[in-house]
């Protein structure tokens, strides 16, 4: 047996691969390491603490955000790595920007970690000397080449010097690793991976042998075609049938016929006796041919099994470096998703004070410097609830607006100065102490694992090596000897293993004992940690700690905030400050007897020597009352800011709203215009035709009238489209022009547009006008008068048209008052100069509209209004003004030819 092809198969090597030769076999697997602590006892309290401040919870939240399976356990199992230095930690922290970047630039998650799988126990087997399956191989080249395109996306993404930087952090991942392209295009030569099959091509041997079988298969089958065809002609069977029985090709025959294969072999009989299943004896030399290859071929293809998983094997080394490597590509991606899932922040690592530096240098600042972070795990409960509002409001149609909700967790600012190293929290129960610590526990190991913080700005705070924490449930009223001893117990090992970068939590420090020895023992716990740990956090309800940060500036107070008004906690903390217990104020405000309360505040003044805790209350609640006092003036300047930045975004929104109201306007009086043009040729073409016809047939008599007649008629066509009455065949001088208070004048600046006057005198060079909301001062050059019924003809043109105008009204005249007196209107005829439309206003926008309309026409003329039917409202509103208006000599309602129109003769 000889596998050419396999043996001799070779891949080249291509460009864009690392060499083989620079791949570094993995030191160790992705496990929860204690730093660089490697002690029991250390080892030990800092699972405790993990379980403690909920870590596990915290790495189910990123596990959503995991692709492959193995990033997926790793995250479930809590397993996911720590920075073993402040290199490290910063090295995933970058990896996690490269990875938010990457996500950012290509709009989605890689799609490659799908078909990444874990074969890690599939290497293992083959290292082991087990015999790979199809499937195992399959899927061991589906990760390589997974993985393969993965790198080459990401080398993609980076082709550009100028985002090469960007994203370094995640190619570093990939930079070494081999991915064994020899062995996928090996396994893909010799295997069909979405038949399941090996390929006659993986072996020379083994294509022989399928086609030496193939061929003896296709004699084998035609022989014994041609018996059962024989058979069923002899009425031995009532369907020619050529089966399979005992690994043996073979015919079938009915028992009552078996004589016409009578030397053949029976090697089945069916279930009722009646068919026989016989081996013809020509057959059996094919048949033993068939068993012969069928063996050799399963041989072989074991054979080539066997060499692949040999490969398989060899590879183990850079196999495990390579999934090491792309599981820590997919926690990344999976650090980045949990980011922008919490709208969270990338976190920097102070540097270490230097103890020689003074307080007032210019390099001091703060330690631990957070503002708003929130607790991951809350803030979890707060999101799904946010999103299940949400898609409930989706479902029934409501704005998705929503605000954080009652159950949002309240922001933590946390500010540490350099050179602290004890912070004491006090304040009263439920006030928030046990969760501000164990969010800064969490703030500490998620930014030394890489991950971003739910808070604002830039958060900055130390690398601690180890973070060890004593924390239990505090709230019961009864505490025995053996709550102390266990939490004592283990006090006693966080001192023992804690470091100059260790970060040292303790809740309720002292308590459960007696509380002088409980003061006394916590003093000096505190005066032992402050010289030998980074930073230790610790709360108590013990007032007099609070005290050593009068002696040493390496301590630092906390209080939580409470409300005396609402007996409310706030969960805010107020730093440098020490808060009391408001046993007291809860007390009274319960409706405690006045006698209790006030015997109770003695004693507490006999226990607090010189009143100390009276003076730090009363400078407390002034601190309070200047806090609560600058918040106001913070809220009335914003809300100042607001009003001002609303009434300037009204403005603006007005200005552009008649910007486009003239553009509108602008556009349909010139298409008005036209339309009037058109009609007038018409009209006068028609006139003109009808004059010709009747010259025809017309003697000398009838010419004249027949003349005087047209010339009426052109007249009035004339008439009704000439804009004799506007204002600018006019002239007026502005020097001498002084507008009186409600005068309407034309904008010259407004192309036109009617204003107001709501101020004006002689001496003055310019008038105050108001244009819808808005008052402007203008110049008197820059408005003109709206011309009246008495003025004059500027032009022999206008006074021409106001003598056919004249001859008109002869024929179309109507009665004026009651004294008798003629007075002539205008020709009936509709233009959009003498029309106003009122469809579509509002009553009080209509009434306006029509007033304006009826002080701009001129004496003896009609007007259109067009007030349509709809309510009825404006229709009233229109009628009403028209019957009682001054300048209204009459009006005449619609008519069948022109509904919702009402025509009015104007004095």
Known sequence: MQLANLSSFSVPKSPHLFPRAAVKPPSHRLTLSPTTTTTTAATSLQADTLELLEWRSVCNQLS????????????????????????????????????????????????????????????????SGELLTIKELCAIRRTLVAARALSEKLKELASSEDCRERYLAILDLLQNCDFQ????????????????????????????????????????????????SRIFQAGGIDTPLVTNRRSRMCVAVRASHRHLVSDGVVLDVSGSGATYFVEPKEVVELNNMEVRLSNAEKAEEIAILSLLTSEVAKSKGAMEYLLDRVLQVDLAFA?????????????????????????????????????????????????????????????????????GGSDHPVPLDIKIGHGTRVVVISG????????????????????????????????????????????????SLEQNLSTFSGHMSRIRNILEVASEESLVLIDEIGGGTDPSEGLALSTSILQYLKDRVNLAVVTTHYTDLSRLKEKDNRFENAAMEFSLETLRPTYQILWGSSGDSNALSIARTIGFDQTIIENAQKWREKLVPEQQLERKGLLYQSLKEERDRLEAQAKKAASLSAEVLELYREIQNEAEDLDKRETALMVKETILVEQEVKTAKSRMETVL??????????????????????ES?????????????????????????????????????????????????????????????????????????????????????????????????????KKGDSKGEEVSFGPVVQTSRNTVDLRGMRVEEASYNLEMAIAERESGSVIFVIHGMGTGAVKERALEMLRNHPRVANYEQESSMNYGCTIAYIN
């Open 689 to 710: 035709q009808e004059f010709e016809n009747k010259l025809r047939t017309a003697n000398t008599d009838q010419f004249n009238a027949l003349l005087r007649e047209s």
């Open 64 to 127: 959503a955000f995991t692709s492959t399976s193995m990033g997926f356990s790793t995250a479930q199992s809590a397993s996911i790595p720590f920075g073993r230095s402040r290199s490290d930690s910063q090295k995933l922290l970058d990896q996690t920007s490269a990875a938010a970047a990457a996500v950012e630039a290509v709009g989605s998650w890689p799609s490659d970690f799908s078909r990444i799988e874990d074969v890690s126990g599939i290497v293992n087997s083959a290292a």
């Open 181 to 228: 392209l020899e062995l996928e295009q090996k396994i893909g030569f010799c295997v069909d991976c979405n038949l399941s099959i090996i390929l006659d091509r993986a072996s020379d041997d083994l294509e022989i042998i399928r086609s030496e079988r193939k061929r003896n298969m296709e004699n084998l089958e035609a022989l014994l075609k041609g018996v059962s």
């Open 428 to 475: 009263p129960n439920t006030g928030g102490k046990t969760a501000s610590m164990k969010t800064l526990g969490l703030a500490s190991l998620m930014s030394k694992a890489g991950m971003f913080l739910p808070a604002k700005n830039n958060p900055k705070l130390p690398w601690f090596n180890l973070v060890l924490a004593d924390i239990g449930d505090h709230q």
């Open 335 to 403: 650090r980045a998703g949990h980011a922008v899932w919490m709208n969270a922040v990338c976190p920097s690592f102070t540097t270490k004070f230097s103890e020689d530096l003074d307080s007032d240098s210019s390099d001091y600042s703060t330690f631990v410097n957070i503002d708003g972070i929130q607790h991951p795990l809350l803030l979890e409960s707060s999101l799904r609830s946010l999103l299940d509002i949400r898609m409930r409001n989706s479902s029934d149609g409501v704005s998705d607006s929503l605000d």
């Open 713 to 813: 008629a052109i007249s009035s066509i004339l008439e009704a489209h000439s804009p004799w009455y506007g204002f600018s065949s006019r002239e007026t001088d502005s020097n001498s022009y002084t507008p009186q208070i409600g005068e309407q004048v034309h904008l010259k600046g407004l192309r036109g547009k009617l204003a107001t006057v709501v101020e004006a005198t002689v001496d003055d060079e310019t008038v105050l006008v108001q244009y819808g909301k808005i008052k402007v001062r203008v110049k008197k050059s820059d408005i003109q008068p709206i011309p009246g019924s008495k003025k004059k003809a500027a032009t022999s043109s206008t006074s021409r048209w106001k003598q056919q105008l004249q001859q008109s009204r002869e024929f179309q005249s």
